[in-house]
């Protein structure tokens, strides 16, 4: 499957962006879905995941309550709403994908396929 990221710029904290990743190859609900993010000096990190079938999300505390992951399998996309943006949500997201479609996996290594990254840039 190729994933392509889309939807990252600049915005004021406070606000908001949807970022999307478009997948295509093999049908898209057969993949757990998810988003990571990668900040200038850090490593890549775990921020949200969904099932293959849409039915479960998981997040990290740092975006809980802020961001929201979903998905359109008709589509074959995922989105991540991202609200309250604070500026250390500034990184490089990616979308990434992995085959056990029913789990919700937070490592990066258990992610086999990965988009190319887009940058959010949130200014204070």
């Known amino acids: 499957v190729q994933l392509q990221a889309s939807g990252g710029g600049l915005v004021q904290a406070g606000g908001s962006l949807r970022l999307s990743c478009a997948a295509s190859?093999?049908?898209?609900?057969?993949?757990?879905m998810g988003w990571f993010r990668q900040a200038p000096g850090k490593e890549r990190e775990f921020a949200a995941t969904i099932t293959g079938s849409g039915g479960n999300t998981r997040y990290a505390d740092s975006v809980k309550g802020r961001f929201t992951i979903s998905r359109d399998n008709a589509k074959n996309t995922v989105y991540l709403q991202m609200n309250s943006l604070k500026p250390e949500d500034t990184a490089v997201y990616y979308c990434?994908?992995?085959?056990?479609?029913?789990?919700?996996?937070?490592?990066?290594?258990?992610?086999?396929?990965w988009g190319q990254g887009t940058q959010v840039t949130v200014s204070s």
């Open positions: 190859g093999r049908t898209s609900g057969t993949y757990a």
């Open positions: 990434a994908a992995h085959t056990y479609a029913g789990s919700l996996l937070v490592s990066t290594s258990r992610y086999e396929f």
